[in-house]
């Protein structure tokens, strides 16, 4: 079954101190690993996808990485409008065609 | 820009309603999806549709059925509404490049509560 593990559930930064979230996934042969950014009562919004291991991917403060086993988002010196819900989603090589969700992680950068 | 939107920001009904969510997406994508989505469970697949009348079963399909007559719009029935389906509902899309799934664009969401 495939399983996609967030952490840490919630972090909360200060504004301008870097961190990252970690996605750990076990996925059968993985096509796709993605990024999404939800604000609350709101859909999730397109980051990233990474393809291979070893792929990197930046947009503003935020980074992702890929290894055969996890993701990382890295985000340097954030800001409180960084305060958002992370989700990472798997989609596998093979079968079935939908993405499967971690939880999130629920990050809030304070001023 | 893709835009997916859906019928309903807030929905109420009352249990044993017959309750209908729409979703259009303006791409042109082949493919449309139906999540819930619950505090402590992510977001979880009901349905999905890969063409026009195409549908498959996602992994909590109960309770649920969903009709894909046009490919923009995407149609999720609650065919008898119960408290338990109260949740915050998404739908998404997207179009298939070499066979597979790309990116999944979501809309912005219908908080349905069931009373």
């Known amino acids: 079954e495939d399983q996609v593990t967030q952490s840490p559930e919630a972090l909360r930064l200060q504004e301008g101190e870097s961190s990252s979230l970690n996605c750990s996934y076990t996925?059968?042969?993985?096509?796709?690993l993605f990024w999404y950014r939800q604000d609350p009562g709101k859909g999730p919004e397109f980051l990233f996808t990474l393809y291979s291991a070893g792929e990197e991917k930046e947009k503003e403060r935020l980074k992702a990485t890929l290894t055969k086993k996890e993701s990382f988002l890295h985000i340097t010196a954030p800001k409180p409008e960084d305060s958002a819900t992370y989700l990472c989603a798997a989609l596998r090589g093979t079968g079935r065609r939908a993405l499967t969700f971690g939880s999130g992680t629920r990050l809030q950068v304070q001023p | 820009d893709v835009k997916v939107t859906q019928s309903s920001r807030y929905l109420v009904k009352r249990t044993g309603e017959k309750v209908f969510l729409e979703c259009v997406q303006d791409?042109?994508?082949?493919?449309m999806f139906w999540y819930r989505q619950d505090p402590g469970l992510g977001l979880r697949l009901i349905y999905f549709s890969y063409d026009v009348k195409m549908k498959e079963k996602g992994d909590i399909p109960e309770g649920y059925s969903v009709s894909r007559e046009k490919k923009e719009r995407f149609s999720l029935i609650l065919e008898s509404a119960s408290t338990n389906q109260t949740s915050m509902y998404l739908c998404?899309?997207?179009?298939?490049?070499?066979?597979?799934?790309?990116?999944?664009?979501f809309g912005p969401g219908t908080r349905l509560t069931v009373l």
């Open positions: 998404a899309s997207s179009f298939i490049r070499e066979r597979w799934t790309d990116t999944q664009y």
């Open positions: 996925v059968s042969g993985l096509r796709g």
């Open positions: 791409m042109d994508h082949e493919n």
